[in-house]
């Protein structure tokens, strides 16, 4: 266990809904980062949170925004959802936001019907 | 832009033997960070083995220790001992030094089999 906690484990829903993915990092970890794991694109980063701010952005669509929240839990809102949206995303976190490991919380299984 | 290639979509080893996995990535950075990360089926990405570029010593942890060669640009991973837990897929991984990179770069991965 990494000590990386996200809700839901799996989610499924259909084209043109929103959903949220929520993702409490370890703790004392200020960095939050959220990547997506696609079968055609593999592992991809989407963006970064330090402290509550926004740090690096990705590829991560527009119809797809962040943030992280004072008690530094973040939240990954995927909108317009469309059938290639169907993938993995995972949060992981890091004590501050450069030369640090990166640990992986269990990954949001989302399906897109 | 950093790239990260590993070139063996499958490996499989006898239980109790050693396996290296391969793994290549272009930069023009001289700082940087190495990981070997391990999914399993649970999907779960686990830190296998942490390396640093301007540390000539390879790193080890227990049954896992990498051959880091930074000139070639090159970083293998072995498992000496395979056990059945080791079963998953392995992606390597690169990550820049500097601050204003600090996103993962991921190869494409590879799925170990073990045999027993």
């Known amino acids: 266990d990494s000590g990386v906690t996200q809700t839901p484990k799996h989610l499924i829903t259909a084209t043109g809904q929103r959903v949220t993915l929520r993702c409490s990092p370890r703790s004392g970890d200020l960095s939050v980062y959220w990547y997506q794991q696609s079968l055609d694109q593999g592992l991809q980063f989407l963006i970064q949170y330090y402290n509550g701010e926004e740090r690096a952005k990705g590829n991560i669509l527009e119809r797809f925004s962040a943030q992280q929240f004072p008690d530094l839990h973040s939240e990954l809102n995927l909108s317009s959802l469309e059938l290639g949206d169907s993938a993995l995303y995972f949060c992981?976190?890091?004590?501050?936001?450069?030369?640090?490991?990166?640990?992986f919380g269990p990954g949001t299984r989302l399906l897109v019907l | 832009a950093q790239t990260v290639t590993q070139s063996q979509p499958e490996m499989s080893v006898q239980e109790a033997e050693t396996v290296t996995l391969s793994c290549t990535y272009d930069t023009s950075e001289s700082d940087y960070y190495l990981f070997w990360y391990k999914q399993p089926p649970s999907r779960q990405m686990i830190l296998v083995i942490r390396?640093?570029?301007?540390?000539?010593q390879n790193a080890t942890e227990n049954r896992f220790s990498v051959n880091f060669q930074k000139a070639a640009k090159s970083f293998s991973l072995k498992i000496s001992d395979s056990q059945l837990g080791d079963a998953a897929m392995y992606f390597c991984?690169?990550?820049?030094?500097?601050?204003?990179?600090?996103?993962?770069?991921f190869g494409q991965g590879t799925r170990l089999t073990i045999n027993p």
């Open positions: 991984a690169y990550r820049s030094a500097s601050s204003g990179a600090q996103k993962l770069v």
């Open positions: 390396q640093e570029a301007y540390k000539q």
């Open positions: 992981a976190s890091s004590v501050r936001d450069y030369q640090e490991t990166q640990y």
